[in-house]
């Protein structure tokens, strides 16, 4: 099964969006758009309103303000919807001695399409080999890769992906990655969730930033990353001379020991040159900046402060 996907019907656009459950806000005026070819990190810490948006935005919660459309069309309006997106909000479960394939086979027909689609997104996800293996012999990388395959099943365009990195390892990581790149060159739009940027940065394309049910940064990373401020720890045996390298040139620092630096607002090629140019010996020089992690939890912990 192949599709040829219309860039305007892949647009997530949420406008507005208020949740409360009783005396608690969970999601507060929140707005953003979602478009496709990319991967769209969608980021905040444990309760800031993640899950709650993404069942709203398949109709699965009501909110009590602003609208949420996809393609321009409310999910709960399409005929067909799991033929246009495809989600998975929460931890899969498989009856573990079920099959791979029969597993998509229970699904296939709630779906709407025919079991030879099962092995279709079972090759996709790399689990052809495992198709006849029961789903409770398999590592959590093998499940999620199945959950992918479930998620697939109608050749959606827009996938809604909640915390699909969690627990994995490694190479299930750089697998997910890869993956997800791959969809999101098809044309698909591709939102997935997690509360730890670190563990999507190499993922994503895009940020959508909220804490407290509240958009606290819509941006590329590429932007996001712009934000961070970069420093350089220098360590040198002539510690008198890197004094008066970072007074003479004007460099903020803050010296943790004798001949021992952080300089910040610059980066390590021009401390480098600088120290050359003075004839100053160095024994480290090194890059130790806001990491894009430190500035996540920055900008979440100043909202939910």
């Known amino acids: 099964m192949t599709s040829t996907f219309d860039a305007d019907a892949g647009v997530v656009a949420v406008s507005g969006l208020t949740k409360r459950f009783g005396a608690v806000t ?66 899969a479960s498989f009856h573990p001695g079920r099959s791979a394939r029969d597993h998509l086979r229970v699904y296939a ?35 999620q890769r199945l959950a992918l395959a479930t998620t697939l099943l109608g050749d959606p365009q827009v996938l809604l992906l909640d915390e699909p990195a969690n627990g994995l390892d490694p190479e299930g990581i750089r697998w997910l990655r890869q993956f997800l790149g791959y969809l999101a060159g098809q044309g698909r739009t591709v939102l997935v969730s997690s509360h ?27 932007d996001l990353e712009k934000q961070a401020r970069p420093a350089v ?18 460099w903020l620092a ?4 004798p001949g021992i630096a952080a300089i910040s607002d610059q980066h390590a090629s021009d401390v480098g040159a600088a120290a050359f140019a003075h004839g100053l010996e160095l024994h480290e020089l090194r890059a130790a900046g806001t990491n894009l992690e430190d500035l996540f939890l920055a900008l979440t912990s100043e909202q939910t402060s």
Not at 200 to 218: C, H, M, P, S, Y
Not at 235 to 248: H, K, M, Q, T
Request: some cysteine.
């Open 254 to 257: 803050q010296f943790e020991a």
């Open 109 to 143: 027909p709630e779906v709407g399409v025919p079991d030879s689609r099962c092995d279709e997104v079972l090759s996709l996800v790399g689990l052809m080999e495992a198709a006849d293996r029961r789903v409770g012999g398999f590592s959590l990388g093998m499940r």
């Open 26 to 91: 969970a999601v507060d005026d929140l707005s953003f758009t979602v478009t496709p070819g990319r991967v769209t990190g969608f980021l905040g810490p444990n309760g800031a309103g993640k899950t709650t948006t993404l069942r709203m935005i398949l109709g699965l919660a009501t909110p009590d303000a602003g609208t949420v459309t996809i393609g321009g069309v409310g999910y709960s309006e399409r005929p067909r919807p799991a033929h246009h997106v495809g989600a998975a909000l929460e931890t």
């Open 196 to 222: 730890v940027l670190s563990e999507v940065q190499q993922t994503v394309d895009d940020v959508v930033i909220i804490a407290k049910g509240r958009l606290i940064r819509e941006s590329s990373l590429a």
């Open 233 to 250: 720890r220098v360590v040198s045996p002539d510690a008198e001379g890197l004094e008066r390298l970072v007074r003479e040139s004007g």
